[in-house]
């Protein structure tokens, strides 16, 4: 489409230019950056109508909708950046309904004096997500705030996608004696960002475990329909996840540490840093709830994707009145895992 | 990792909690302090009281830098964080101690304070390079383990004539505590602390070494176990304090000979004596005033001194009524003895230090173990 239209004199400059108030005026600067930045990278039918809105199809089933703001910083981290990330993110949100998510918007907010180099990187990282998930980017949006009013991009993405009926998950469908397995290692997004904040500059190979779960939840569906409750541990990760279910569901449940999968550079990183894996970020794991009965082909199922390699059982839900998530630690004692006090560390996602 | 997880490993445990089974006497129950809140938190965390017999009590001691804090300091540092032109660097857990008047450094920073958070005080001295315009004071809290590199940063700012850098010095001393401990009604006269022993300092004793305690063990009768912060090395120092008092020894022993000597660290000795003095008394909560036990900055460095610097007076101001943080510090009571302990005073609404940090015991309790009183 770039080699028919060309309406502007000169082409965005992506070498040495930089955001400034017209980006975001609703003038020929922004319709411009649109053009040649937003269209070119996620390019599709509906965008390409040009309309303030798009107009969908919709398969039957209910309608799923999520919506999650990305403020991560570092924009740029090992294994990925905010635009993936807001892409996988959301993409996440809707799947844990297991839902097949089929489309989604895009809010950008930047900050004047932002490299247009570093946003076309961004663009196309989120377009490349998108693409790779099978999710296309329908709608969006732009504004500019002024220099010092953000931190150089802000992105708002919203999810739509539809579950069948006869799935059945959320969060309040967990009885005792039910399983509780997590798709792979924990930890590996926060401390990724972590080891780039300046003054928490440490070496590590660590690379953040952003990731589209849709594919790894339709795999597991199709073994197990009836699985209870699935949730992606992000902020706050598996502890605050674990609670919030348990809270949500009535029961408890205990946990054995020595099954939880962590990788050992996470696990060294996040002792020196005198930090809890458990509490540390993931974007590319979930947590599923299942049957007793189920979970030993859940657990296949899971394992035979490749977003699901190192799959684990990691404890079993219980009763108990005050919803408490216990653990045996791996030194034979037992432990509360509880919600998280505070912030572990701000602005991960 | 691996150097760590031979620490914890369980079934090393387990046949050290049944030697520990042995030992004990039946009919008789042993009760030892940890000083450090390192201690505390590995108790906590790895549930080491599941795999000790009853008779075994481990009592909380004062270790924990963030709980002894007294209100008037913390109010202190509000006061000069609100200054104009300051930046006051402090470590996380601190921004969060409640102060008078309903306050905390965060909600401070909130009032429109500097207030940023930092990892070290080399953090804070690369704040006061980059921002020249600024007075960068760095709140320096800590026992005898933080107190070198806060030691080395006074050094590099001098050396560097950097004029806008200065240290809120609130560094206190392990031994001085200790003896006041000892020193109290509660274990001396009234006898309802019992302290048969202490599984002494890691950190701190790397730096001060072993021999500052056998003074204790010598005057007050008290076998000291200096051990590291993993739950082996604590199940250890206890299966050595039962052998002690089994025996009628009262000495220190040292389980943490992998990083601890007798001597210490000379050179940490040294630059901490180049730049600090004793004070003759500081407040410390829930002990009050103890003699000699905190350090300032000497006269050479009061360039560097933000107390002088800024003028700042001292304050006292008493805890919140409703809080046993005092009592709980000096191992009088219990988490669950205050009435607010749960209800009113949580890690989100904190009402008493003890419960910010999570070194602190009732952060440690309701953190890890308060499915143990919930009944
Ligand atoms: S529960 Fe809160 S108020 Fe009570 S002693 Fe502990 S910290 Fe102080």
């Known amino acids: 489409m770039t080699g028919t239209r060309r309406p502007y004199v000169r082409p965005v400059d992506f070498k040495a230019g930089l955001v400034d108030m017209s980006h975001g005026s609703g003038g020929r600067a922004m319709a411009q950056l649109i053009d ?35 403020v991560v910083s570092p924009l740029f981290f090992p294994g990925g950046d905010i635009g993936c990330l807001s892409v996988h993110g959301t993409v996440n949100d809707v799947a844990m309904a297991g839902a097949r998510p089929l489309y989604l918007t895009a809010g950008f907010i930047l900050e004047e004096g932002y490299p247009l180099a570093d946003l076309r990187r961004i663009v196309r990282s989120m377009a490349a997500a998108a693409r790779e998930a099978g999710v296309p980017i329908v709608t969006g949006d732009t504004k500019v705030v002024e220099k010092g009013k953000g931190d150089g991009v802000f992105i708002n993405t919203t999810g739509i996608g539809v579950v069948p009926e006869g799935i059945e998950i959320s969060g309040d469908r967990a009885r005792p004696g039910d399983a509780i397995l997590v798709s792979g290692t924990l930890g590996d997004h926060g401390v990724a960002i972590m080891s780039l904040r300046e003054n928490l500059a440490f070496e590590t190979t660590i690379a953040s475990d952003t990731a589209a779960l849709h594919g790894l939840v339709a795999a597991m569906l199709a073994s197990v329909p009836g699985i209870r409750c699935l949730r992606d541990p992000t902020r706050g990760g598996l502890a605050t996840t674990l609670n919030e279910i348990a809270r949500q569901s009535g029961v408890g449940m205990r946990l054995e540490e020595d099954s939880i999968p962590v990788r050992a550079e996470v696990a060294a990183a996040c002792e020196f840093l005198g930090l809890d894996p458990l509490y540390v970020a993931n974007e590319g794991k979930l947590v599923a709830i299942c049957d007793p009965g189920d979970c030993g082909r859940l657990l296949e199922a899971m394992r035979a994707h490749p977003l699901g390699r190192d799959a684990a059982r990691v404890g079993e839900v219980v009763e108990d009145p005050h919803h408490f998530v216990q653990m045996r630690t791996g030194f034979g004692g037992s432990r509360m895992v509880d919600w998280l006090a505070g912030e572990q560390l701000p602005r991960i996602c | 990792m691996k150097y760590v997880d031979e620490y914890r490993d369980g079934a090393l445990a387990r046949t050290i909690a049944a030697r520990i089974a042995a030992a004990v006497r039946p009919g008789r129950t042993y009760h030892f302090m940890e000083f450090c809140g390192g201690h505390t938190h590995a108790i ?41 032109k300051v930046v006051l660097c402090t470590y996380a857990d601190t921004v969060r101690v409640p102060a008078s008047g309903g306050l905390s450094l965060m909600k401070a920073k909130a009032r429109g304070a500097d207030v940023r958070m930092v990892y070290s005080a080399a953090d804070a001295l690369r704040i006061a390079r980059e921002e020249p315009g600024r007075e960068v004071v760095f709140f320096a809290i800590g026992f005898e383990t933080t107190t070198p590199p806060t030691a080395l940063v006074l050094r590099e700012a001098r050396a560097a004539g950097l004029s806008n850098f200065s240290v809120f010095c609130n560094h206190v001393l392990t031994p ?33 070494g072993a021999q500052p305690y056998e003074y204790f063990a010598e005057e007050y009768r008290k076998p000291v176990v200096i051990a590291g912060f993993e739950p082996l090395d604590v199940m250890l120092a206890v299966e050595m304090l039962v052998r002690q008092v089994n025996e009628g020894r009262a000495e220190v022993e040292n389980e943490f ?6 001597e210490g660290n000379a050179r940490a000795k040294d630059l901490v004596a180049e730049v600090f003095e004793l004070r003759r008394s500081f407040e410390w909560r829930g002990l009050g005033l103890v003699p000699y036990s905190a350090l300032r900055l000497k006269t050479e460095w009061s360039a560097f001194d933000a107390e002088r610097r800024f003028a700042m007076a001292d304050r006292r101001v008493p805890d919140p009524k409703a809080c046993e943080c005092g009592a709980i510090l000096r191992g009088v009571k219990k988490p669950v003895d205050c009435k607010v302990f749960g209800t009113a005073c949580t890690p989100e609404t904190p009402i008493g230090s003890c419960m910010v940090s999570s070194e602190g015991a009732c952060a440690a309790h309701y953190t890890y173990g308060r499915y143990r009183s919930a009944a």
């Open chain 1, 36 to 70: 040649e930045l937003f269209v070119e990278a996620f390019d599709n039918a509906w965008l390409r109508e040009m309309n303030d809105q798009a107009r969908l199809p919709m398969p039957p089933g209910r309608l799923v909708v999520a919506t999650d703001s990305h």
């Open chain 2, 44 to 84: 906590s965390r790895y549930g080491v009281t599941d795999l000790l017999p009853p008779s075994v009590v481990m009592v909380h001691g004062p270790g924990c830098p963030v709980c002894v804090l007294p209100v008037g300091r913390i109010d202190m540092a509000i006061e000069l964080a609100l200054r104009e």
């Open chain 2, 176 to 208: 001085s505590a200790i003896a006041h401990i000892l020193e109290s009604p509660e274990v001396r006269e009234l006898g309802t602390v019992v302290i048969d022993g202490f599984v002494g300092p890691a950190h701190v004793s790397t730096v001060i």
């Open chain 2, 257 to 262: 000979t992998r990083a601890v000597t007798r």
